[in-house]
């Protein structure tokens, strides 16, 4: 039986399998996570200073290749890439994450409006440069 969601959010209608949404709620709260070819892992850091506290890093896996990480303390840009895989499956896994919005037209990948070859790219830079894009465009 497929489990599927729906989430309504601003501008979006996305429906997401309950795997990527519990996978997407274990990495963001850096829990780790395996359930079928999806897996979440953590991998904790000691202070290094008095003023430093523990921090974790949080890695998300499809079928054992890195699709998203972030990574540093108190970090909160997540890095995403495809891993050479143009499938549905990693796409909704990714679209589950914030400031990720991948379309695909005529077997070409879109991340956030613009095309996007599948790379390791900083999701929040990407949002940032096409929402001063869009802004100029539109104004």
């Keep these: 039986m497929l489990w599927q969601f729906t989430l309504i959010l601003p501008n979006y209608h996305i429906i997401m399998r309950k795997i990527t949404i519990d996978a ?3 990495f963001k709260a850096r829990k780790p996570f395996k359930r079928g070819n999806t ?3 953590i991998v904790e850091h000691n202070r ?7 921090y974790s890093d949080a890695y998300l896996f499809l079928h054992g290749n890195m699709i998203a990480k972030v990574e540093g303390n108190r970090a909160t840009v997540t890095k995403i890439q495809n891993a050479g895989y143009f499938t549905n499956v990693t796409k909704e896994r990714l679209n589950g994450l914030d400031y990720v919005n991948i379309v695909q037209k005529d077997g070409v990948w879109y991340l956030n409006g613009t ?3 599948g790379q390791w790219t900083d999701t929040w830079a990407w949002w940032k440069a096409n929402e001063r894009l869009s802004t100029r465009i539109h104004s």
């Design 24 to 26: 997407i709620r274990a």
């Design 39 to 41: 897996e979440v892992k």
């Design 48 to 54: 290094i200073s008095r003023t430093e506290s523990p």
């Design 115 to 117: 095309e996007w070859d």
